[in-house]
């Protein structure tokens, strides 16, 4: 069952509660021993529907020609107490029929029409039995209050069902409001006559007429009532418009809803109007109403629970015999909510639809992480059905939202094992987000392969031509722009009428560009732009053929066709970045006032572009010694970007004007200032570069006036609890000294930990949480190193220095012997790491603790990621060589092992303290091959080595070359 489809049975199932409220009253009768006896019954209504086939248990009555009035008087009456009202209507239009003429007969019929009214409303037959009720009504002075009750009761439902609404709630009106009648009675009349607003359409009349007879009713005695009018109060309230108001009603009756007999009607209405705020993109009001949803379990459960209590009661009722309103009340309820359970059991995709939409609501508000919840929790939960594949699909696409690119292959890959390698018509979409996601994630290969595939599965798809297009992006991300030429010509080839053609035909052009090849971009671009005179990249193309004379040093022609470019299309996101360039192919040639206006012009909606420009007009005026005018310059960016990250740029060089003129006052004037005036504002983070600078400025024995200069600014900080402050002077303290010469001195962890003390992870940099949390693992605090870790990593996600988060984390848990967090945490950091000490750090962390767990094929494919890194400078190369080396002796090959030994020294020989552990290393897994003469000549070579003599290594081997050579005894051990 689909969204739509289920949204059609809610309605049905809700609609026909209401619709169905009149239609099935049960009917119950008090009997009576004698009809000759003036009344011998006595109807009682308890205010419930059933189907007249169901009344008609008795079956007929067969009535022959030859009985007398008085039998067919007694047959009626036998099967009117059975409920036979077929049978009794039978005999009794028999008697009329046969006897009516008779004035004996005719004064008995008198009492007979009522009861036969009743049988037909009985029956279902409300239009026939409306004549006789009110021909009974007529002569009401003859007739036994108790009928007449019933009669009047049943005229205004009779009324109902022949669609005279306003007789009907006349008849109802006047039945209210007569307190002689029985209250449970009058209850029902009040809702019937509320019912007739919503029978002719006039929901905000029953809305109105619902809220003020509840405000009359009492919480204890009327609950039942007061639960009833809820369900049709907002039904007539969704159905009037006014849904702000039925989510106030929603609201209002939550914590109540136990009091409503008929629970999974209000609730599916409640999942009705959730779904009418989701799709007017209402979303807080859709997860308000959502969220007032029970599961469809709980709900069954408590209706099935609320059945048997209500039986329970009947059965006491009966026993105490009570009286037969209360019995015919609990009756009906019972009736109520056995056929709701009844209807509620077709809906097997209520919870699959409840939490689809509130997922949806979700992610319309872009609190994918949220909806991403909400969805995994369903799709865990439920068995499969077409809403929980729907909700498959959307899962994707909300990780794709969030760019979390790992948790949308993992979400596709759940799809297709779930839904099978065929799956449904959602299959290519799944597939095509999966390989985006592998894209994304610059996992470029694997991408390309996924396109490939897709491709292959579904060679008619729509999503072909897309696939190959993307596999041309994937290639140029990867860097091999030849073969992203000749997939963005495979979609040109094989897709000529497609869209994407003149996408490809673009990409082909860029990328020649990034292939260096310029003038086969400008020529390619060229006839693009014959191709597509009015095309979409008309200004790109334009853009970045001028680029290319600018990359070729066509300067001259690169000014023209800059500020062509941008006089031609003014509306691209390349005017900033055309007018930067055009100032430096100005400055190039040698036109600096103009090369300082083009800059000039660059706007400060490009941040990156005009910040650029402005710290080139500062270099412009630097090399013609204009400091004067650099000074103002920057003070202007100063004042009007004060948030700037480079601000400590700009105060740099105002500082180096002044030393350039040797005013070192007046640069440590500036400097301290603003140190000052934004020291505290922790959001401000160049301040910290500005405090690392000091030192430029305070050289020689001037250090020690910095010093002190620094000790005041902390006192003063501290008195007037200038927290921020105060905890960036004992930080850049402790950069200071390491900056000295040693990284764990005394002095620099002391001030690293008394700044760590003082920081918040909400507030402060990544840049001193993560020095602080280090010092703080070095110093054994590892839960307090852990709080800084963990408070970087939430409050700072996108900073570089997450990566030593991970790191500090996986030592952390390494410390701990918590092996598997350890590699999962130094995973992550190799993951996410920028710096390549960070990357190899990770990954020689990761690949030793591999080896300790005697896993030695895991470490051996940690460390091919090392070493085949384009971003491991090559001493984390020759480190990862040497720990190559080692997890093959641990996994028994040590002769494989010595030559990655010797790569070491063969290939990284600057690094001295290497080489020597490369050549020990070597020689000693030679002697336990028994090679002891190519063990000997490592260990000479090794010794003959006068740059490797400082090292240990050196000095360890010589006993073994004794050894080796015959001129000593096998004791000596060589030590690593």
């Known amino acids: 069952m689909s969204t739509d489809q289920l949204q059609i049975k809610l309605c049905e199932f809700a609609n026909s509660l209401f619709g169905s409220e009149v239609e099935g009253w049960i009917f119950r009768c008090q009997r009576y021993r004698s009809i000759l006896r003036a009344v011998f019954c006595l109807l009682a209504v308890v205010g419930c529907v059933i189907d007249s086939a169901a009344q008609d248990e008795g079956g007929t009555v067969s009535v022959e020609a030859t ?15 059975r409920q036979n009202f077929a049978g009794a209507e039978q005999a009794w239009q028999q008697l009329e029929t046969d006897f009516g003429e008779s004035e004996e007969v005719k004064a008995e019929l008198l009492w007979v029409r009522p009861l036969l009214a009743i049988a037909k409303v009985a029956k279902g037959e409300f239009v026939e039995a409306l004549g006789l009720i009110e021909a009974s009504l007529a002569l009401a002075a003859t007739i036994p209050n108790e009928i007449v009750e019933q009669l009047r009761f049943w005229h205004g439902v009779c009324l109902l069902k022949a669609e005279r609404f306003v007789d009907a709630q ?31 359409g006039e929901f905000s009349e029953a809305n109105a007429f619902f809220a003020d007879r509840v405000t009359k009713l009492k919480p204890g005695k009327d609950s039942e009532t007061r639960g009833r009018i809820a369900v049709l109060q907002l039904h007539a309230l969704m159905q009037a418009g006014a849904h702000d108001a039925a989510l106030v009603h929603l609201k209002d009756w939550y914590p ?214 993307m596999t041309g992006v994937c290639w140029l991300n990867a860097g091999d722009h030849l073969k992203a030429v000749a997939a963005f010509k495979e979609v040109q080839k094989q897709h ?13 052009g860029m990328a020649w ?31 970045r053929r001028a680029f290319c004379l600018f990359a070729m040093g066509a300067y001259p022609g690169a000014v023209e066709g800059m500020r062509k470019f941008a006089v031609d299309h003014p509306e691209s996101g390349y005017v900033d970045e055309s007018r930067l360039l055009l100032g430096d192919a100005l400055g190039a040639v040698g036109e600096i006032d103009a090369a300082i206006a083009a800059y000039r012009s660059v706007t400060v909606q490009s941040p990156r572009y005009y910040e650029d420009g402005q710290f080139k007009i500062g270099k412009a005026l630097r090399l013609t010694s204009h400091h004067a005018r650099l000074r103002k310059h920057f003070g202007d960016f100063i004042a009007q970007h004060p948030s700037s990250p480079r601000i400590v740029e700009a105060v740099y060089w105002i500082g180096w004007s ?107 940099s990544a840049r001193m949480l993560a020095d602080c949390a280090d010092a703080r693992f070095r110093a054994g605090q590892l839960q307090l190193a852990a709080d800084l870790y963990s408070g970087l990593r939430r409050w700072n996600p996108r900073a ?46 990761k690949a030793e603790l591999e080896v300790s767990l005697g896993k030695h094929a895991d470490a051996r494919s940690t460390l091919d990621g090392l070493l085949g890194s384009q971003y491991v400078d090559g001493r984390s190369k020759a480190q990862g060589l040497l720990a190559y080396g080692r997890a093959l002796e641990a996994g028994g090959d040590r002769l494989k092992a010595t030559a990655y030994y010797q790569r070491v020294y063969v290939a990284y020989g600057k690094h001295l303290d290497l080489v020597a552990r490369a050549y020990l290393a070597r020689g000693r897994a030679l002697e336990a091959l028994s090679e002891k003469e190519k063990a000997l000549e490592v260990y000479q070579e090794l010794a003959a ?32």
């Not at 009985?67 to 107490?81: K, P």
């Open 256 to 469: 109540k809803m136990s009091e409503i007999t008929q629970l999974a009607a209000f609730q599916s209405l409640a999942l009705q109007l959730g779904a009418h705020f989701l799709d007017a993109q209402a979303y807080y009001k859709s997860i308000e109403a959502l969220q007032r949803i029970w599961p469809r379990e709980r709900l069954l459960k408590h209706q099935r629970g609320r059945l048997l209590d209500l039986e329970a009661r009947h059965t006491g009722m009966k026993l105490r015999k009570a009286s037969q309103d209360s019995v015919y009340k609990i009756e009906g309820m019972i009736t109520r909510v056995r056929r709701e359970i009844e209807n509620f059991e077709e809906i097997s995709n209520f919870d699959s639809a409840l939490r689809l939409r509130l997922a949806m609501a979700y992610q319309g508000l872009e609190r994918f992480r949220e909806a991403g919840l909400v969805l995994e929790d369903m799709l865990g939960r439920m068995a499969d059905d077409p809403i929980v594949e729907q909700a498959s699909v959307r899962l994707v696409q909300n990780w794709m939202q969030v760019q979390r690119w790992d948790k949308a292959v993992e979400a596709a890959d759940g799809y297709v094992s779930r839904f099978g390698p065929e799956g449904t018509e959602n299959l290519p979409t799944v597939l095509f987000l999966r390989a985006d996601a592998l894209k994304s994630a610059a996992k470029y290969e694997q991408a390309i392969g996924a396109f490939a595939a897709l491709i292959e599965q579904f060679p008619k798809s729509d999503m072909v031509p897309k696939c190959r297009f």
């Open 496 to 508: 000529p009428k497609h869209a994407l053609c003149e996408d490809a035909d673009y990409w082909t």
């Open 658 to 764: 002044h030393m350039a003129e040797e005013d070192v006052e007046e640069a440590r004037r500036i400097y301290w200032e603003t140190i000052d005036k934004h020291g505290d504002d922790p959001a401000i983070v160049a301040v910290e570069d500005i405090l690392l600078a000091l030192p430029k400025l305070y050289p020689g024995d001037a250090r020690r006036e910095l010093g002190d200069a620094l000790r005041n600014l902390s006192g003063e900080a501290q008195n007037a609890k200038r927290t921020t402050l105060l905890a960036r002077i004992a930080w850049a303290e402790g950069q200071f000294a390491q900056a000295r010469g040693s990284e764990v001195s005394q002095m620099a962890e002391s001030a690293l930990l008394r700044a760590a003390r003082l920081l918040d992870p909400k507030v402060h």
């Open 67 to 81: 009985l007398t009035a008085s039998e067919l008087l007694q047959a009626g009456s036998e099967a009117f107490d």
């Open 945 to 976: 080595r006068a740059d490797l003599e400082a090292f240990d290594a050196s000095r360890d081997v010589l006993g073994r070359i004794k050894v080796l050579s015959g001129q000593g005894s096998e004791g000596t051990e060589v030590v690593q």
């Open 170 to 200: 006349h008849a109802f009106g006047g039945f209210y409001a007569d307190e002689s009648h029985d209250y449970e009675r009058r209850m029902e009349a009040m809702i019937l006559f509320g019912m007739a607003y919503i029978m002719q």
């Open 513 to 543: 560009s990034f292939e260096q090849e310029h003038q086969r971009c400008r020529d390619h671009l060229k006839n693009h732009l014959r191709r597509y005179a009015k095309g979409r990249y008309r200004g790109d193309a334009e853009f």
């Open 800 to 845: 570089v220095e997450k990566e030593r988060a991970y790191l500090g984390l996986g030592r952390i848990a390494q410390a701990q012997e918590d092996s598997a967090a350890a590699l999962e945490w130094f995973g992550r950091a190799a993951k996410v790491a920028v710096s390549r000490d960070t990357i190899a750090e990770a990954l020689l962390a």
